[in-house]
Structures are given as C-alpha cells and as structure tokens.
Antibody, heavy 120, light 107 residues
C-alpha cells in the first residue's frame, strides 16, 4: 500500500521560502509522477505542479515564478519550495501521486496534508 | 486555463436519496474528468476517473457520466458516510484545475 507523508515547518515568515518534503513508502518515486496541491482554509483545491520520474517538471503558471519541485530518488522523496511567500500562501499542502498518462490520469494517493501558515 | 464550475455549491439530502452533482468545463476535455470526495480535515479521496471509471474500493452507488462539456456524479442512495464535499478535476491539460466543490449536507 502506497503511503505519502508531508513534512516541513508549519509556520513561515512573509517573504521567506516555504519548503516541504513528501516521503513515499510502499512504492518508488521512479515509477510514477508526483504532485503538490494546496487548499487554503475553507476553500477549494489548487494544483501547484508536478515532477516526472525523470526529474522534469510542470508548474501552474500562476505560481511558476516562485515554485521548484524536485525529486530525490535516493531518499524516495520529492520536495516543494515556494519562494517569497505571503499570507495568501497559507494553506494545507498535499502531496499526491499522479497515475495514468496522456490526459487519462488522476491523483490516486494523497498525503494527509500539512498546514502551512505564513505569518510574522 | 480550463475553468471548472460545479452546481449546486451545496445541497441538503436525506439518507437514501438519489443525489446528482454537475460539473462543467469551459472547453471540451473529452472524457478527462475525475471526481474526489473530501471529508473535513482529510485529504481528497479519488472516487471516479476518466468520467465513469470507479476507483477500486469505491462503492457502486457512485457513478459518473457526461454529456458534452457537462459531467455528472450520481450517488444512487445516499449513505451517512457520503456527507462530504465533492470536487471535480480536469486532467485534459495542465494546469490541472478543480471545481469549487459541492458540499452535501444532512437534511
């Protein structure tokens, strides 16, 4: 059974960089594509981006200038960095596995989510 | 970006009711539409992918269909554990986008 677990600071100061890691167990990060998705409190879901198993990335244009997603195959982890954060970046951040290809794909496994608050 | 809308934004229903939620895409997305269920404080859970394919382990009372750019999630007989928020998501193109959600309340 695949499991994903987010980790990282729960509080980040404005203008600093948010850094989160997702540890994958029960499967290999080299076998699928991996995404970050966030949800501001009381609101809907926003896709942040994904990293392919070859390390290539695809980001949401709305965040592209501030986002870096990378994969560490030696640790079976992938990571999110979001720079120059503001209060608008306060959200529950989820990591998820993307299964499928060519449009016929979906997020089938999700981490439990981690709340990141941006505040001084 | 492909915009996703959902209707209604919320609904009240009783156990045993048939419930229908509609999702509309701003352009054609073929069959590339997924449905998720989210309960408070929990991660979304995949229910249906590619419009109508039931994810493994999901009860058969959930079903999905489409007509043009309109997609429908149907719960044939609402159960107590189905009270949650439901999101549609298009996987036709990036950036992947979600609908705003439909919250199903207990009547």
């Amino acid at each position: 059974q695949v499991q994903l677990q987010e980790s990282g600071p729960g509080l980040v100061k404005p203008s600093e960089t948010l850094s989160l890691t997702c540890t994958v167990s029960g499967g290999s990060v080299t076998s699928y594509y991996w995404s970050w998705i966030r949800q501001p409190p009381g609101r809907g879901l926003e896709w942040i981006g994904l990293v392919y198993n070859n390390g290539n990335t695809n980001y949401n244009p709305s965040l592209k200038s501030r986002v870096t997603i990378s994969v560490d195959t030696s640790k079976n982890q992938f990571s999110l960095k979001l720079s120059s954060v503001t209060a608008a970046d306060t959200a529950v951040y989820y990591c998820a596995r993307r299964k499928g290809n060519g449009g016929d794909d979906y997020f089938d496994y999700w981490g439990q989510g981690t709340l990141v608050t941006v505040s001084s | 970006d492909i915009q996703m809308t959902q209707s209604p934004s919320s609904l009240s229903a009783s156990v045993g009711d048939r419930v229908t939620i509609t999702c509309r895409a701003s352009q054609s997305i073929g069959r590339y539409l997924n449905w998720y269920q989210q309960k408070p404080g929990k991660a979304p859970n995949l229910l249906i992918y590619a419009t109508s394919i039931l994810q493994s382990g999901v009860p058969s009372r959930f079903s999905g269909s489409e007509s043009g750019t309109d997609f429908t999630l149907t719960i044939s007989s609402l159960q107590p554990e189905d009270f949650a928020t439901y999101y549609c998501q298009q996987s036709y193109s990036t950036p992947f986008t979600f609908g705003p959600g439909t919250k199903v309340h207990i009547k």
